[in-house]
Protein backbone atom coordinates (compact mmCIF):
# COMPACT_ATOMS: atom_id res chain seq x y z
CA UNK A 1 0.00 0.00 0.00
CA UNK A 2 3.17 2.15 0.66
CA UNK A 3 4.05 1.94 -3.03
CA UNK A 4 0.48 2.59 -4.21
CA UNK A 5 0.30 5.97 -2.03
CA UNK A 6 4.19 6.70 -3.61
CA UNK A 7 2.60 6.41 -7.02
CA UNK A 8 -0.28 8.71 -6.49
CA UNK A 9 1.52 11.33 -4.55
CA UNK A 10 3.85 11.39 -7.54
CA UNK A 11 1.18 11.64 -10.02
CA UNK A 12 -0.66 14.07 -7.97
CA UNK A 13 2.80 16.50 -7.66
CA UNK A 14 2.75 16.29 -11.27
CA UNK A 15 -0.66 17.87 -12.15
CA UNK A 16 0.24 20.56 -9.46
CA UNK A 17 3.28 21.08 -11.43
CA UNK A 18 1.66 21.13 -15.09
CA UNK A 19 -1.20 23.09 -14.02
CA UNK A 20 0.34 25.67 -11.76
CA UNK A 21 3.03 26.23 -14.06
CA UNK A 22 1.24 29.34 -15.05
CA UNK A 23 0.42 30.54 -11.18
CA UNK A 24 1.66 34.03 -10.01
CA UNK A 25 5.09 35.32 -10.28
CA UNK A 26 7.31 37.02 -7.76
CA UNK A 27 8.30 40.09 -8.93
CA UNK A 28 10.93 42.43 -8.82
CA UNK A 29 9.88 44.65 -5.19
CA UNK A 30 10.94 47.96 -7.43
CA UNK A 31 8.52 47.00 -10.18
CA UNK A 32 5.82 46.18 -7.60
CA UNK A 33 6.61 49.82 -5.44
CA UNK A 34 6.33 51.50 -9.05
CA UNK A 35 2.63 49.67 -9.98
CA UNK A 36 1.10 50.55 -6.36
CA UNK A 37 2.20 54.52 -7.36
CA UNK A 38 0.99 54.07 -11.22
CA UNK A 39 -2.70 55.90 -9.91
CA UNK A 40 -2.11 58.14 -7.36
CA UNK A 41 1.46 59.11 -8.45
CA UNK A 42 2.32 58.64 -11.63
CA UNK A 43 5.51 60.81 -12.20
CA UNK A 44 7.36 58.95 -9.29
CA UNK A 45 6.05 55.57 -10.68
CA UNK A 46 7.49 56.83 -14.29
CA UNK A 47 11.27 57.90 -12.38
CA UNK A 48 10.99 54.50 -10.56
CA UNK A 49 10.82 52.48 -13.87
CA UNK A 50 13.14 54.13 -15.96
CA UNK A 51 15.81 53.32 -13.10
CA UNK A 52 15.34 49.89 -13.49
CA UNK A 53 17.54 48.45 -16.20
CA UNK A 54 15.71 45.79 -18.28
CA UNK A 55 19.20 43.79 -18.88
CA UNK A 56 19.60 44.05 -15.06
CA UNK A 57 16.03 42.04 -14.31
CA UNK A 58 16.74 38.13 -14.02
CA UNK A 59 13.25 36.60 -15.28
CA UNK A 60 11.77 37.03 -18.22
CA UNK A 61 8.40 37.82 -16.40
CA UNK A 62 9.70 41.08 -14.66
CA UNK A 63 11.39 42.18 -17.46
CA UNK A 64 7.79 42.10 -19.23
CA UNK A 65 6.13 43.56 -16.30
CA UNK A 66 9.13 46.39 -16.55
CA UNK A 67 8.11 47.31 -20.07
CA UNK A 68 4.30 47.00 -19.20
CA UNK A 69 4.88 49.37 -16.53
CA UNK A 70 7.05 51.79 -18.47
CA UNK A 71 4.89 52.29 -21.26
CA UNK A 72 2.00 52.87 -18.84
CA UNK A 73 3.88 55.03 -16.70
CA UNK A 74 4.51 57.45 -19.93
CA UNK A 75 1.20 57.71 -20.96
CA UNK A 76 -0.10 58.53 -17.74
CA UNK A 77 2.21 61.12 -17.55
CA UNK A 78 1.45 62.42 -21.24
CA UNK A 79 4.99 61.07 -22.76
CA UNK A 80 3.74 60.44 -26.57
CA UNK A 81 4.90 57.35 -27.67
CA UNK A 82 7.01 57.08 -30.52
CA UNK A 83 7.71 53.02 -31.00
CA UNK A 84 5.58 49.99 -29.55
CA UNK A 85 8.52 47.65 -29.09
CA UNK A 86 8.20 47.54 -25.26
CA UNK A 87 4.32 46.78 -25.13
CA UNK A 88 4.94 44.55 -27.74
CA UNK A 89 7.43 42.48 -26.00
CA UNK A 90 5.17 42.61 -22.54
CA UNK A 91 2.10 42.21 -24.41
CA UNK A 92 3.75 38.48 -26.18
CA UNK A 93 4.72 37.38 -22.87
CA UNK A 94 1.24 37.55 -21.18
CA UNK A 95 0.24 36.46 -23.79
CA UNK A 96 2.03 33.18 -23.40
CA UNK A 97 1.19 33.01 -19.58
CA UNK A 98 -2.69 32.71 -19.05
CA UNK A 99 -2.50 32.92 -15.21
CA UNK A 100 -1.52 36.17 -15.32
CA UNK A 101 -4.99 37.58 -16.98
CA UNK A 102 -4.99 41.25 -14.92
CA UNK A 103 -1.60 42.16 -17.07
CA UNK A 104 -2.65 40.39 -20.30
CA UNK A 105 -5.66 42.75 -20.42
CA UNK A 106 -3.63 45.94 -18.97
CA UNK A 107 -1.36 45.17 -21.62
CA UNK A 108 -4.12 45.16 -24.38
CA UNK A 109 -5.13 48.08 -22.61
CA UNK A 110 -1.65 50.26 -23.42
CA UNK A 111 -0.85 48.47 -27.03
CA UNK A 112 -4.14 50.21 -27.94
CA UNK A 113 -3.35 53.46 -26.27
CA UNK A 114 0.59 53.56 -27.85
CA UNK A 115 -1.61 52.92 -31.82
CA UNK A 116 -3.50 55.49 -30.90
CA UNK A 117 -0.88 58.05 -29.99
CA UNK A 118 1.24 56.44 -33.02
CA UNK A 119 -1.97 57.46 -35.08
CA UNK A 120 -3.69 54.11 -35.72
CA UNK A 121 -6.86 54.53 -34.34
CA UNK A 122 -8.89 51.57 -35.91
CA UNK A 123 -5.73 49.16 -34.25
CA UNK A 124 -6.61 50.85 -30.82
CA UNK A 125 -10.18 50.00 -31.09
CA UNK A 126 -8.62 46.49 -32.00
CA UNK A 127 -7.04 46.56 -28.95
CA UNK A 128 -9.01 47.78 -26.80
CA UNK A 129 -11.78 45.38 -27.51
CA UNK A 130 -9.71 42.63 -27.19
CA UNK A 131 -8.84 44.31 -23.42
CA UNK A 132 -12.72 44.68 -22.72
CA UNK A 133 -12.95 40.59 -23.84
CA UNK A 134 -9.98 39.78 -21.34
CA UNK A 135 -10.76 41.58 -18.41
CA UNK A 136 -11.89 39.30 -15.37
CA UNK A 137 -16.14 40.07 -14.61
CA UNK A 138 -14.53 41.27 -11.38
CA UNK A 139 -11.99 43.55 -12.33
CA UNK A 140 -13.74 46.58 -12.26
CA UNK A 141 -11.02 49.12 -13.53
CA UNK A 142 -9.55 47.36 -16.71
CA UNK A 143 -12.88 46.72 -17.61
CA UNK A 144 -14.34 50.34 -17.15
CA UNK A 145 -10.81 51.83 -18.49
CA UNK A 146 -11.19 49.75 -21.49
CA UNK A 147 -14.93 50.78 -22.05
CA UNK A 148 -14.08 53.87 -21.51
CA UNK A 149 -11.48 54.41 -24.02
CA UNK A 150 -13.77 52.11 -26.63
CA UNK A 151 -16.59 54.69 -26.02
CA UNK A 152 -13.91 57.88 -26.59
CA UNK A 153 -12.94 56.68 -29.64
CA UNK A 154 -16.55 55.90 -30.88
CA UNK A 155 -16.32 59.32 -30.03
CA UNK A 156 -15.58 59.85 -34.21
CA UNK A 157 -17.90 57.83 -35.10
CA UNK A 158 -21.42 59.58 -35.18
CA UNK A 159 -23.06 55.90 -37.10
CA UNK A 160 -21.82 54.16 -34.05
CA UNK A 161 -22.72 56.92 -30.91
CA UNK A 162 -25.28 54.29 -29.56
CA UNK A 163 -22.51 51.91 -29.24
CA UNK A 164 -19.55 54.50 -27.51
CA UNK A 165 -22.76 55.78 -24.91
CA UNK A 166 -23.49 51.33 -24.17
CA UNK A 167 -19.98 51.24 -23.35
CA UNK A 168 -19.21 54.47 -21.83
CA UNK A 169 -22.77 53.58 -19.28
CA UNK A 170 -20.42 50.18 -18.64
CA UNK A 171 -18.17 51.58 -17.47
CA UNK A 172 -19.13 54.42 -15.51
CA UNK A 173 -20.98 51.14 -13.66
CA UNK A 174 -17.76 50.13 -13.25
CA UNK A 175 -16.05 52.86 -11.97
CA UNK A 176 -18.89 53.37 -9.34
CA UNK A 177 -18.25 50.11 -8.09
CA UNK A 178 -14.87 50.89 -7.45
CA UNK A 179 -15.80 54.52 -6.47
CA UNK A 180 -13.11 55.79 -8.22
CA UNK A 181 -14.66 59.57 -8.73
CA UNK A 182 -11.40 60.65 -10.83
CA UNK A 183 -12.14 58.15 -13.60
CA UNK A 184 -16.16 58.74 -12.73
CA UNK A 185 -15.95 62.12 -14.03
CA UNK A 186 -14.26 61.43 -17.38
CA UNK A 187 -16.28 58.81 -18.19
CA UNK A 188 -20.00 61.57 -17.48
CA UNK A 189 -17.62 64.57 -19.69
CA UNK A 190 -17.16 61.20 -22.32
CA UNK A 191 -20.81 60.49 -21.84
CA UNK A 192 -21.60 64.16 -22.29
CA UNK A 193 -19.77 64.66 -25.74
CA UNK A 194 -20.33 62.03 -27.48
CA UNK A 195 -24.30 62.77 -26.43
CA UNK A 196 -23.69 66.21 -27.88
CA UNK A 197 -26.02 67.47 -30.80
CA UNK A 198 -27.64 64.15 -31.25
CA UNK A 199 -29.17 63.97 -27.63
CA UNK A 200 -28.39 67.82 -25.99
CA UNK A 201 -30.60 67.37 -22.66
CA UNK A 202 -28.73 63.65 -21.92
CA UNK A 203 -25.51 65.75 -22.91
CA UNK A 204 -26.40 68.49 -20.65
CA UNK A 205 -27.05 66.14 -17.30
CA UNK A 206 -23.52 64.46 -17.79
CA UNK A 207 -21.67 67.64 -18.13
CA UNK A 208 -23.55 69.03 -14.97
CA UNK A 209 -22.96 65.72 -13.10
CA UNK A 210 -19.60 65.88 -14.09
CA UNK A 211 -19.12 69.53 -12.86
CA UNK A 212 -20.80 68.72 -9.63
CA UNK A 213 -18.43 65.88 -8.79
CA UNK A 214 -15.48 67.85 -10.20
CA UNK A 215 -16.07 70.92 -8.01
CA UNK A 216 -16.18 68.51 -4.93
CA UNK A 217 -12.58 66.35 -6.18
CA UNK A 218 -10.95 67.92 -8.87
CA UNK A 219 -12.15 71.67 -8.68
CA UNK A 220 -10.36 72.64 -11.88
CA UNK A 221 -11.47 70.12 -13.80
CA UNK A 222 -15.11 71.77 -14.00
CA UNK A 223 -14.19 74.46 -16.00
CA UNK A 224 -13.38 71.73 -19.28
CA UNK A 225 -16.69 70.39 -18.62
CA UNK A 226 -18.09 74.15 -18.23
CA UNK A 227 -16.20 74.49 -21.84
CA UNK A 228 -17.83 71.70 -23.23
CA UNK A 229 -21.20 72.64 -21.77
CA UNK A 230 -21.37 75.97 -23.38
CA UNK A 231 -20.74 74.49 -26.81
CA UNK A 232 -24.20 72.11 -26.21
CA UNK A 233 -26.36 75.21 -25.15
CA UNK A 234 -24.65 77.08 -27.79
CA UNK A 235 -25.71 74.17 -30.50
CA UNK A 236 -29.83 74.44 -29.23
CA UNK A 237 -29.05 78.37 -29.60
CA UNK A 238 -29.71 79.39 -26.08
CA UNK A 239 -26.97 81.33 -26.64
CA UNK A 240 -27.08 83.97 -23.32
CA UNK A 241 -26.26 80.80 -21.33
CA UNK A 242 -23.83 79.68 -23.54
CA UNK A 243 -21.91 82.69 -23.11
CA UNK A 244 -22.54 82.87 -19.40
CA UNK A 245 -20.29 79.82 -19.09
CA UNK A 246 -18.05 81.06 -21.38
CA UNK A 247 -17.38 83.85 -19.14
CA UNK A 248 -16.87 82.11 -16.21
CA UNK A 249 -14.23 79.62 -17.86
CA UNK A 250 -12.37 82.64 -18.72
CA UNK A 251 -12.30 84.90 -15.79
CA UNK A 252 -11.63 81.57 -12.90
CA UNK A 253 -10.36 78.57 -15.26
CA UNK A 254 -7.31 80.68 -16.40
CA UNK A 255 -4.90 77.84 -15.57
CA UNK A 256 -6.96 75.42 -17.62
CA UNK A 257 -5.91 74.45 -21.25
CA UNK A 258 -9.08 73.85 -23.21
CA UNK A 259 -9.66 72.45 -26.81
CA UNK A 260 -9.54 74.71 -30.11
CA UNK A 261 -13.33 73.79 -29.83
CA UNK A 262 -14.01 75.87 -26.62
CA UNK A 263 -12.56 79.00 -28.15
CA UNK A 264 -15.29 78.46 -31.20
CA UNK A 265 -17.47 78.36 -28.91
CA UNK A 266 -17.34 81.52 -27.08
CA UNK A 267 -16.46 83.43 -30.08
CA UNK A 268 -19.71 82.51 -31.72
CA UNK A 269 -21.40 83.08 -28.46
CA UNK A 270 -20.04 86.64 -28.22
CA UNK A 271 -20.60 87.83 -31.86
CA UNK A 272 -24.41 86.45 -31.63
CA UNK A 273 -24.96 88.42 -28.42
CA UNK A 274 -23.26 91.45 -31.01
CA UNK A 275 -20.34 91.72 -28.60
CA UNK A 276 -18.15 91.45 -31.58
CA UNK A 277 -14.82 93.07 -29.56
CA UNK A 278 -15.08 90.47 -26.79
CA UNK A 279 -14.94 87.69 -30.31
CA UNK A 280 -12.14 89.02 -31.86
CA UNK A 281 -10.18 89.03 -28.13
CA UNK A 282 -11.55 85.31 -27.80
CA UNK A 283 -9.93 84.72 -31.44
CA UNK A 284 -6.79 86.49 -30.60
CA UNK A 285 -6.24 83.75 -28.06
CA UNK A 286 -6.10 81.08 -30.09
CA UNK A 287 -3.77 78.28 -29.93
CA UNK A 288 -1.73 77.32 -32.98
CA UNK A 289 -4.59 75.79 -35.30
CA UNK A 290 -3.15 72.01 -35.93
CA UNK A 291 -5.61 70.52 -38.06
CA UNK A 292 -7.66 70.83 -40.77
CA UNK A 293 -10.85 70.86 -38.80
CA UNK A 294 -9.13 73.84 -36.45
CA UNK A 295 -8.78 75.96 -39.90
CA UNK A 296 -12.36 75.08 -41.02
CA UNK A 297 -13.37 76.15 -37.37
CA UNK A 298 -11.49 79.59 -37.92
CA UNK A 299 -12.24 80.89 -40.74
CA UNK A 300 -16.52 79.98 -39.93
CA UNK A 301 -15.62 81.88 -36.76
CA UNK A 302 -14.16 84.89 -38.70
CA UNK A 303 -16.74 84.78 -41.23
CA UNK A 304 -19.33 85.31 -38.69
CA UNK A 305 -17.41 88.42 -37.35
CA UNK A 306 -16.85 89.68 -40.81
CA UNK A 307 -20.69 89.15 -41.58
CA UNK A 308 -21.75 91.14 -38.28
CA UNK A 309 -19.22 93.92 -39.19
CA UNK A 310 -20.67 93.91 -42.96
CA UNK A 311 -17.11 93.13 -44.39
CA UNK A 312 -18.61 91.08 -47.52
CA UNK A 313 -15.12 90.68 -48.63
CA UNK A 314 -13.78 89.33 -45.80
CA UNK A 315 -16.99 87.42 -45.24
CA UNK A 316 -16.20 85.69 -48.59
CA UNK A 317 -12.95 84.65 -48.21
CA UNK A 318 -13.47 83.32 -45.20
CA UNK A 319 -16.52 81.55 -46.97
CA UNK A 320 -14.00 80.52 -49.52
CA UNK A 321 -11.52 78.72 -47.17
CA UNK A 322 -14.10 76.88 -44.69
CA UNK A 323 -15.50 75.18 -48.27
CA UNK A 324 -12.04 74.34 -49.41
CA UNK A 325 -11.31 72.56 -46.31
CA UNK A 326 -14.34 70.61 -46.57
CA UNK A 327 -13.99 69.25 -49.95
CA UNK A 328 -10.64 68.04 -49.00
CA UNK A 329 -11.83 66.21 -45.53
CA UNK A 330 -14.78 64.61 -47.50
CA UNK A 331 -11.85 63.49 -49.93
CA UNK A 332 -9.84 61.77 -47.80
CA UNK A 333 -9.75 58.50 -48.26
CA UNK A 334 -9.91 56.57 -44.41
CA UNK A 335 -9.00 53.52 -43.55
CA UNK A 336 -10.86 50.49 -41.79
CA UNK A 337 -14.12 51.81 -40.63
CA UNK A 338 -15.35 50.94 -37.05
CA UNK A 339 -17.37 48.34 -38.91
CA UNK A 340 -14.34 46.46 -40.05
CA UNK A 341 -12.40 46.80 -36.70
CA UNK A 342 -15.33 45.11 -35.36
CA UNK A 343 -15.05 42.16 -37.65
CA UNK A 344 -11.24 41.77 -37.33
CA UNK A 345 -12.05 41.79 -33.45
CA UNK A 346 -14.79 39.24 -33.48
CA UNK A 347 -12.60 36.95 -35.62
CA UNK A 348 -9.75 37.16 -32.99
CA UNK A 349 -12.06 36.68 -30.31
CA UNK A 350 -13.01 33.34 -32.09
CA UNK A 351 -10.13 31.91 -32.74
CA UNK A 352 -8.77 32.88 -29.26
CA UNK A 353 -12.24 31.27 -27.58
CA UNK A 354 -11.69 27.99 -29.88
CA UNK A 355 -8.00 27.80 -28.83
CA UNK A 356 -9.51 27.91 -25.15
CA UNK A 357 -12.08 25.16 -25.46
CA UNK A 358 -9.28 23.20 -27.32
CA UNK A 359 -6.93 23.68 -24.31
CA UNK A 360 -9.55 22.98 -21.86
CA UNK A 361 -10.61 19.59 -23.54
CA UNK A 362 -6.89 18.69 -23.57
CA UNK A 363 -6.52 19.28 -19.70
CA UNK A 364 -10.08 17.53 -19.47
CA UNK A 365 -8.87 14.30 -21.34
CA UNK A 366 -5.70 14.41 -19.55
CA UNK A 367 -7.58 14.54 -16.29
CA UNK A 368 -9.72 12.05 -17.16
CA UNK A 369 -6.70 9.79 -18.20
CA UNK A 370 -5.17 10.25 -14.40
CA UNK A 371 -7.79 9.67 -13.13
CA UNK A 372 -8.45 5.93 -14.97
CA UNK A 373 -4.74 5.73 -14.37
CA UNK A 374 -4.76 6.09 -10.73
CA UNK A 375 -8.33 4.01 -10.26
CA UNK A 376 -6.58 1.11 -11.87
CA UNK A 377 -3.52 1.13 -9.57
CA UNK A 378 -6.25 0.88 -6.83
CA UNK A 379 -8.39 -1.80 -8.36
CA UNK A 380 -4.84 -3.39 -9.02
CA UNK A 381 -3.76 -3.41 -5.43
CA UNK A 382 -7.11 -4.21 -3.91
CA UNK A 383 -6.96 -7.40 -6.17
CA UNK A 384 -3.43 -7.96 -5.28
CA UNK A 385 -4.47 -7.75 -1.33
CA UNK A 386 -7.14 -10.05 -1.61
CA UNK A 387 -4.89 -12.60 -3.25
CA UNK A 388 -2.35 -12.08 -0.48
CA UNK A 389 -5.26 -12.63 2.23
CA UNK A 390 -6.32 -15.69 0.45
CA UNK A 391 -2.49 -17.35 0.01
CA UNK A 392 -2.33 -16.24 4.25
CA UNK A 393 -5.54 -17.98 4.97
CA UNK A 394 -4.55 -21.06 3.48
CA UNK A 395 -0.85 -20.83 4.85
CA UNK A 396 -2.61 -20.36 7.74
CA UNK A 397 -5.10 -23.22 7.55
CA UNK A 398 -2.27 -25.21 6.62
CA UNK A 399 -0.27 -24.68 9.42
CA UNK A 400 -3.20 -24.84 11.95
CA UNK A 401 -4.36 -28.48 10.65
CA UNK A 402 -0.27 -29.49 10.94
CA UNK A 403 -0.53 -28.44 14.80
CA UNK A 404 -4.16 -30.07 15.50
CA UNK A 405 -2.55 -33.00 13.75
CA UNK A 406 0.62 -33.05 15.82
CA UNK A 407 -1.50 -32.48 19.00
CA UNK A 408 -3.92 -35.29 18.26
CA UNK A 409 -1.01 -37.93 18.11
CA UNK A 410 0.51 -36.72 21.42
CA UNK A 411 -2.87 -36.77 23.06
CA UNK A 412 -2.95 -40.28 21.76
CA UNK A 413 -0.02 -40.92 23.92
CA UNK A 414 -1.60 -39.51 27.12
CA UNK A 415 -3.58 -41.21 29.82
CA UNK A 416 -7.27 -40.21 29.15
CA UNK A 417 -7.87 -41.18 32.59
CA UNK A 418 -6.71 -38.16 34.17
CA UNK A 419 -9.46 -35.65 33.11
CA UNK A 420 -7.07 -32.57 34.56
CA UNK A 421 -4.64 -33.52 32.57
CA UNK A 422 -6.25 -33.36 29.57
CA UNK A 423 -7.69 -30.33 30.00
CA UNK A 424 -4.72 -28.70 30.61
CA UNK A 425 -2.70 -30.22 27.28
CA UNK A 426 -5.94 -29.22 25.45
CA UNK A 427 -5.98 -25.48 26.69
CA UNK A 428 -2.19 -25.55 26.30
CA UNK A 429 -2.51 -26.23 22.64
CA UNK A 430 -4.47 -23.59 21.90
CA UNK A 431 -2.48 -21.11 23.65
CA UNK A 432 0.56 -22.38 21.99
CA UNK A 433 -1.04 -21.92 18.73
CA UNK A 434 -2.17 -18.62 19.46
CA UNK A 435 1.32 -17.59 20.99
CA UNK A 436 2.61 -19.34 17.48
CA UNK A 437 1.28 -16.98 15.82
CA UNK A 438 1.29 -13.91 17.27
CA UNK A 439 5.17 -14.64 17.25
CA UNK A 440 5.13 -15.39 13.39
CA UNK A 441 3.32 -12.42 12.57
CA UNK A 442 5.40 -10.09 14.94
CA UNK A 443 8.86 -11.70 13.12
CA UNK A 444 7.81 -11.21 9.55
CA UNK A 445 5.05 -9.30 9.03
CA UNK A 446 3.44 -11.65 6.35
CA UNK A 447 -0.19 -9.68 7.38
CA UNK A 448 -2.01 -7.44 9.71
CA UNK A 449 -2.52 -8.54 13.26
CA UNK A 450 -6.62 -8.48 12.94
CA UNK A 451 -5.93 -10.32 9.77
CA UNK A 452 -4.31 -13.19 11.60
CA UNK A 453 -6.64 -13.24 14.66
CA UNK A 454 -9.53 -13.31 13.06
CA UNK A 455 -8.64 -15.98 10.28
CA UNK A 456 -7.77 -18.03 13.62
CA UNK A 457 -11.39 -17.34 15.06
CA UNK A 458 -13.10 -18.68 11.92
CA UNK A 459 -10.72 -21.74 11.43
CA UNK A 460 -10.82 -22.61 14.83
CA UNK A 461 -14.60 -22.62 14.15
CA UNK A 462 -14.23 -24.51 11.26
CA UNK A 463 -12.02 -27.61 13.53
CA UNK A 464 -14.19 -28.18 16.43
CA UNK A 465 -11.95 -31.23 17.09
CA UNK A 466 -9.78 -28.83 19.02
CA UNK A 467 -11.76 -28.47 21.67
CA UNK A 468 -14.00 -32.24 21.30
CA UNK A 469 -11.24 -34.77 19.97
CA UNK A 470 -13.73 -37.43 20.17
CA UNK A 471 -17.27 -37.33 19.95
CA UNK A 472 -17.73 -39.44 22.89
CA UNK A 473 -15.71 -36.75 24.22
CA UNK A 474 -17.80 -34.02 26.17
CA UNK A 475 -14.63 -31.13 26.40
CA UNK A 476 -16.71 -28.82 29.10
CA UNK A 477 -18.02 -32.21 31.53
CA UNK A 478 -14.17 -32.76 31.60
CA UNK A 479 -13.42 -29.23 31.94
CA UNK A 480 -15.71 -29.27 35.40
CA UNK A 481 -14.58 -32.67 36.87
CA UNK A 482 -10.87 -30.91 36.40
CA UNK A 483 -11.75 -27.95 38.24
CA UNK A 484 -14.01 -29.65 41.07
CA UNK A 485 -11.28 -31.58 41.25
CA UNK A 486 -8.58 -28.62 41.82
CA UNK A 487 -11.22 -26.48 44.06
CA UNK A 488 -12.95 -29.26 46.21
CA UNK A 489 -16.40 -29.54 44.63
CA UNK A 490 -17.05 -25.50 43.40
CA UNK A 491 -18.41 -26.03 40.16
CA UNK A 492 -21.40 -28.44 42.22
CA UNK A 493 -21.21 -25.65 44.77
CA UNK A 494 -21.78 -22.95 42.51
CA UNK A 495 -24.56 -24.98 40.25
CA UNK A 496 -26.97 -25.46 43.25
CA UNK A 497 -26.75 -22.40 45.00
CA UNK A 498 -27.06 -19.93 41.77
CA UNK A 499 -29.36 -21.78 39.30
CA UNK A 500 -29.71 -18.39 37.44
CA UNK A 501 -26.87 -18.97 35.75
CA UNK A 502 -26.64 -20.34 32.04
CA UNK A 503 -24.08 -23.28 30.81
CA UNK A 504 -21.78 -20.29 28.99
CA UNK A 505 -21.24 -18.68 32.35
CA UNK A 506 -20.79 -22.43 34.39
CA UNK A 507 -17.97 -23.12 31.10
CA UNK A 508 -16.77 -19.25 31.68
CA UNK A 509 -16.35 -20.17 35.42
CA UNK A 510 -14.33 -23.31 34.78
CA UNK A 511 -11.89 -21.27 32.64
CA UNK A 512 -11.42 -18.63 35.13
CA UNK A 513 -10.95 -21.34 37.84
CA UNK A 514 -7.93 -23.12 35.55
CA UNK A 515 -6.37 -19.89 35.15
CA UNK A 516 -6.82 -19.24 31.36
CA UNK A 517 -5.54 -16.19 29.58
CA UNK A 518 -8.31 -13.80 28.39
CA UNK A 519 -7.15 -14.55 24.82
CA UNK A 520 -8.00 -18.15 24.87
CA UNK A 521 -10.94 -17.53 26.84
CA UNK A 522 -11.99 -15.41 23.87
CA UNK A 523 -11.12 -17.96 21.22
CA UNK A 524 -13.49 -20.51 23.31
CA UNK A 525 -16.61 -18.85 24.00
CA UNK A 526 -16.75 -16.32 20.82
CA UNK A 527 -15.59 -13.16 22.62
CA UNK A 528 -14.99 -10.21 20.37
CA UNK A 529 -12.05 -8.99 22.14
CA UNK A 530 -10.13 -10.12 25.79
CA UNK A 531 -11.84 -6.93 27.35
CA UNK A 532 -14.68 -8.32 27.20
CA UNK A 533 -13.58 -11.18 28.94
CA UNK A 534 -12.58 -8.96 32.17
CA UNK A 535 -15.81 -7.46 31.87
CA UNK A 536 -17.61 -11.01 32.42
CA UNK A 537 -15.64 -11.85 34.92
CA UNK A 538 -16.89 -8.57 37.13
CA UNK A 539 -20.34 -9.10 36.05
CA UNK A 540 -20.85 -12.71 36.81
CA UNK A 541 -19.61 -12.22 40.18
CA UNK A 542 -21.32 -8.87 41.06
CA UNK A 543 -24.12 -8.67 38.85
CA UNK A 544 -25.58 -12.68 38.11
CA UNK A 545 -25.01 -13.83 41.65
CA UNK A 546 -25.39 -10.35 43.60
CA UNK A 547 -22.11 -10.85 45.80
CA UNK A 548 -19.92 -7.88 46.71
CA UNK A 549 -16.67 -9.10 46.07
CA UNK A 550 -14.01 -9.75 43.40
CA UNK A 551 -13.84 -13.22 41.66
CA UNK A 552 -11.02 -13.92 43.47
CA UNK A 553 -12.28 -12.95 46.83
CA UNK A 554 -15.32 -15.47 46.22
CA UNK A 555 -12.70 -18.30 45.42
CA UNK A 556 -10.95 -17.78 48.26
CA UNK A 557 -13.71 -17.35 50.38
CA UNK A 558 -15.36 -20.79 49.14
CA UNK A 559 -11.36 -22.34 49.62
CA UNK A 560 -11.58 -20.82 53.63
CA UNK A 561 -15.44 -22.48 54.03
CA UNK A 562 -16.57 -19.01 54.57
CA UNK A 563 -19.75 -19.05 52.27
CA UNK A 564 -23.22 -21.04 53.09
Known amino acids: MKHLLTVILSILALVATVTGCDGAHRYDARLVRTDSLMRPDPDSALAIVQAVVRDSLTSDGDRAYRDLLLTQARYRCYVTATSDSDINRALS ?24 ELGHPDSAMLYYKTAEATAAPDDYFNLGYSKMRIGELYQSQLPQD ?15 MLNDTNYLIVTLGMLGAISGVNCPDSAKSYFEQAIRLAQDYKPSLQYTYKSKLAGVYLHENEIRTANQLAMDVFRNGKDVCYENQFYYYAALSFVRLGLIDSAKYVVSHLPVLSNAIDSMNYYNVMAEIAKAENNHELYGKCVAHSKEITTKLLHIKSGPTVSQSELIINNEQLERKQGVEHSQKRLLWGLVFLLALITALIILKLYYNVKKYEREKAILKQEFDLTLNSWKESLQEENAKHVSTLVGYRLSAIEELYQDIRFRMKDNGRVKKLLLLSSLLEIMNERNELLDVKPSDSFWEKMKLSVNGQFNGIVTYVEKHYPCLTDKDINIF ?24 SNYKNKLIKNKMGLDMSFNDFIDAYMRGDLP
Open 93 to 116: YYRAHSGEREKLTRAYIYKGAVMK
Open 162 to 176: SAGIKRLLEARQCFK
Open 510 to 533: CLLCANVTPQIIKLCVGFLNAKSV
